[in-house]
């Protein structure tokens, strides 16, 4: 009975509209008349297009100034990028001391290597990373030297 009457209190209830790309769900206006799938997609869409217009507009701005460097310049710049690119190569997939395969267990070590389960520990794989010194360097950055000032007597 409370539902029927209307005494200016509550909104009527509204019919639900139809999504605007006419995927067959109900949209929201909150949504911009779009279900929650069309908006997500939306959404990921204007991202794309966001991010692809900046680095349209970065690349355009990069080899202007290049060019008014030095050509020099753009003929380091494609030997370096594909050097990253070769280093990816290796597979991250296998053990670099064994070459067993690990799939999704293996343990990534500081030095930047996957290992299995055998060699995951810095003693089994001749591990380069230096323990020590990043130790000694994360406790210096911790506990500063504090001096206070000499007292001056009168």
Do not use: W
Request: glycine share 8%.
């Amino acid at each position: 009975m409370g539902s029927q009457q209307n005494d200016g209190t509550s909104y009527p209830p509204s019919e639900p509209k139809p999504c605007a790309n006419n995927c067959g769900f109900f949209g929201t206006a909150g949504n911009q008349n779009l279900c929650s799938k069309c908006y997500r997609d939306l959404s990921i869409q204007e991202v794309h297009a966001a991010t692809a217009k900046a680095a349209m507009e970065k690349s355009l701005l990069l080899p202007a100034a290049a060019i008014t460097a030095s050509p020099a310049v753009l003929v380091a710049e494609p030997s370096s990028s594909a050097e990253p690119s070769a280093a990816p190569a290796k597979a991250a997939n296998r053990c670099g001391s064994c070459n067993k395969k690990v799939g999704l267990t293996g343990f990534v070590c500081k030095c930047g290597t996957t290992f299995c389960g055998t060699h995951r520990y810095p003693e089994k794989h001749q591990c380069s990373y230096d323990f020590k010194t990043a130790g000694r360097d994360v406790i210096s950055k911790a506990n500063p030297i504090i001096k206070a000032d000499k007292i001056q007597r009168f």
